[in-house]
């Protein structure tokens, strides 16, 4: 009896803790591997790893190790403990991500998805002979955009596909890393009789956001009637249609919200990955070789960064955003009211709104990791910017040392007052998309020669 209770024991308690500790793993795009049913993906992007914590988590001593530097908008500093000591600033680093992806595109860059066709077209009956072919690198590309891209195919005249559905090595769908399946979702989602409950319900949202009555009353459809690959884009292809993605701040803000890897990575990609990012830090912030280290875009694995270091990228992410007339608050979480890693701290304190801020997470590497960088906001008008960076021990602990922290500071100032922020859901967000489409002359050079000509 003793035993049994023992194994109990052990399967409660290590249950819930082993999976909130999972790991994704992310596959890497077959090749040439026809199917037609993904598995189903959510309709938002998952938080970051390590931000529901479970029991186990919440009852191991703090073990606090803790970097600090607090400073006015003028540069004046405020508070400095540890400041150039080094820490893993966890997800933190998905700043300087952010600020490379400003200073390399601008926040009004739009990730273009070109849709192409292969065969012949008839017109009469709205089917391509051919194949219907997807590339780009799009992070951002979700279900509602695939049947925007059914929508403007069909007023393209387009119906039926006869051939293949073949999407290009770097594509992906729903925050997926492997090309195939995001094919395969496109596949579905395209095809109003194949398309999952998730996708149509984000089109519903993207349409009311959008307040698009005249889309709510349509049922957009393309059917392809072969399989899925993954390939280049053939020879011979035209392009039909483009998409473009939200506007890079909208982008942005939905990644930090979430603090979602796969699109910290997949943006990454474009920025010369870690490298990239590294090269940015010591040509423009001065940083030097081997006082830091950044392994990936999103955060994961062992990263190094001082407080003061982490405190330039933060002024630069502002001034940054700034040349374009934005604040921190147009791509980052603010306290208590945008979803995401940020949603529930101060949402039912006075503090909720008066705190805009990147979270960093990682409940194992380094013995534990925690990151609060941002801004806080004061009732005496007061805005400081800080940069908490916790090492080596509990991550639940972590975060009740910096919400304290941060109370603190406000409290000694007359206590929070909320920023001026008008919120938008993370739908409008994602809907604010754009097609550029050839409708005059792409489809009628498929269309047969008449013997009469």
């Known amino acids: 009896m003793k035993s049994l209770r023992l194994i109990l024991a052990l399967v ?33 992007p998952p ?53 490379a992806a400003l200073k390399t595109f601008g926040a009004k860059h739009r990730f273009a998805t070109a849709f192409w066709i292969t065969g012949s077209f008839d017109k009469a009956t ?4 051919g194949d219907l072919v997807v590339s780009g690198r799009d992070p951002s590309f979700h279900d509602e955009h695939a049947v925007a891209v059914a929508r403007e195919l069909n007023q393209l005249g387009i119906k039926t596909v006869t051939g293949n559905l073949i ?73 039909i249609s483009t998409h473009y993605s939200p506007p890079l701040a909208d982008v942005l803000k939905v990644l930090l919200c979430y603090s979602n890897n796969f699109m910290a990575e997949r943006l990454g990609d474009q920025l010369g990955g870690a490298p990239g990012l590294m090269r940015l830090l010591s040509n423009d912030l001065g940083f030097k070789p081997g006082e830091f280290r950044l392994s ?11 407080p003061r270091q982490m405190m330039k990228v933060y002024r630069a992410l502002l001034d940054e955003l700034h040349k374009t007339n934005l604040k921190a608050a147009d791509i980052l979480p603010v306290a ?23 979270t960093g997470t990682l409940p194992r590497t380094d013995g534990g990791a925690s990151a609060l960088v941002g801004q806080l906001r004061t009732a005496k008008n007061d805005t400081l910017l800080f940069v908490i960076l916790d090492q080596r021990g509990s991550v639940f602990r972590f975060r009740q040392s910096q919400d304290a922290l941060v109370s603190a500071l406000q409290n000694e100032r007359g206590g929070p007052a909320p920023f001026t922020y008008e919120p938008q859901t993370m739908a409008i967000r994602l809907s604010s998309t754009e097609f550029d489409s050839a409708r005059a002359s792409a489809l009628d050079e498929y269309e047969p020669t008449s013997p009469n000509q």
């Open 12 to 44: 409660i308690v290590l249950g819930p803790a082993a999976g909130a500790r999972a790991q994704t793993v992310m596959s890497a795009p077959s090749q040439q591997q026809p199917s037609v049913r993904p598995t189903p993906v959510p309709t938002l």
């Open 47 to 99: 938080v970051e790893p390590g931000d529901q914590l479970d029991l186990a988590e919440e009852q191991q001593p703090a073990f606090i190790h803790q970097g600090v530097l607090v400073e006015k908008l003028s540069g004046e500093v405020v508070r400095a403990e540890g400041a150039d000591q080094q820490y893993n600033p966890a997800s933190a680093v998905k700043l300087v991500t952010a600020l």
């Open 126 to 129: 709205g089917t391509v002979n």
């Open 167 to 239: 999407v290009a090595p770097r594509f992906t769908m729903n925050f997926s890393a492997s090309s195939q399946r995001s094919g395969e979702r496109l596949y579905d989602t395209l095809d109003a009789e194949r398309r999952p409950a998730a996708a149509t319900r984000a089109w519903y949202d993207s349409l009311v956001a959008r307040r698009d009555a005249e889309g709510l009353k349509t049922t957009p459809s393309v059917a392809v009637m072969g399989a899925v690959y993954v390939d280049a884009v053939p020879q011979g292809a035209r392009n």
């Open 296 to 306: 990936t875009a999103s955060g994961l694995g062992v990263n190094r960064m001082t």
């Open 336 to 358: 208590g009211i945008d979803p995401g890693t940020l949603q529930k701290r101060y949402a039912d304190s006075p503090g909720r709104g008066s705190v805009i801020a990147k």
